[in-house]
Nanobody, 126 residues
Framework: QVQLVESGGGLVQPGGSLTLSCAAS????????MGWYRQAPGKERELVAA???????NYLDSVKGRFTISRDIAKKGYTLQMNSLKPEDTAVYYC????????????????????WGQGTLVTVSS
């Protein structure tokens, strides 16, 4: 089964840094796009950062200059580097990916899938 595995959440002090990772496992032909969402207690889920296969990125205004989404070659996935963390960044973070699944040589069997990670809690507090 094709799925996303995410990790890196935890407790960090204000002003600190944290790196989240997300990787797709299974029969993946390509990852078309990947993004990080977050949901704080009592708040709606919001898109934090996104990246396309071509490297184009988009960020929530409140995290611009502090967060960076990028390809992680070593882990064959993507990371969200979070710097200068603030208490308002506290939330459950979810990885999202749009992928083409299947076997490389059998193009007629390709399938487009949208995947979600299980969520990882980031807590910014003293």
């Amino acid at each position: 089964q094709v799925q996303l595995v995410e990790s890196g959440g935890g407790l960090v002090q204000p002003g600190g840094s944290l790196t989240l990772s997300c990787a797709a496992s299974g029969s993946i032909v390509s990852i078309n796009a990947m993004g990080w969402y977050r949901q704080a207690p009592g708040k709606e889920r919001e898109l934090v950062a996104a990246i396309t296969s071509g490297g184009s990125t988009n960020y929530l205004d409140s995290v611009k200059g502090r967060f960076t989404i990028s390809r992680d070659i070593a882990k064959k996935g993507y990371t969200l580097q979070m710097n200068s963390l603030k208490p308002e960044d506290t939330a459950v973070y979810y990885c999202n990916a749009r992928v083409i699944s299947g076997v490389r040589e059998r193009t007629l069997d390709y399938r487009y899938l949208e995947l979600w990670g299980q969520g990882t809690l980031v807590t910014v507090s003293s």
